[in-house]
């Protein structure tokens, strides 16, 4: 059954009905002065070919966030059903620096990008990263991890 009215519809409808979409789930990360920041995303997408861009959304409280500003650029890791345990971490703000590489990417992630930010529009509650795709990494061979229904899953 459909609900909603014409001002729209509430934040637990909302987020009740987009439970039930499986997303894959990644990291974004930088490497900057200040060490690693990281944090598990599963708004992430491909945005364009050419030029090649990919957009992530982050909430505007992320830990992560102001750090990919301030530097211009950040990774993301595409994370392996191996790897949940690096997701919870990162989610939680607890990134631990021996589970990245020196390019911040997530050691054995099934593949990375490298990117630099273009801009940041807001909105609601998040920031739009777009970022333009200046390296790829494929990585190691492995089922994804997703994300469904408020759990971590896997395809197999």
Known sequence: ??????????????REVLC???SGVSVVSVRDAQGLA???VSAFSS????PPLVLVALS???????RVQDSGRFTVSILSSAQRDISV???KGEAEDPAFDEDAFVRDCLAGLSCTLLDTPRYGDHLLLIGRVVGIRRGEEGEPLLYWNRAYRTIT
Not at 1 to 14: I, L, N, R, Y
Not at 47 to 50: G, H
Not at 60 to 66: D, G, N, V
Request: hydrophobic content about 35%; glycine content about 8%.
């Open 1 to 14: 059954m459909a609900q909603g009215t014409p001002e729209g519809v509430s934040a637990p409808g909302f």
């Open 20 to 22: 039930r979409w499986a």
């Open 60 to 66: 505007e409280s992320s830990r992560t966030l102001k």
């Open 38 to 40: 990281a944090t598990t």
């Open 89 to 91: 971490r990162c989610a």
């Open 47 to 50: 945005l364009s070919l050419e």
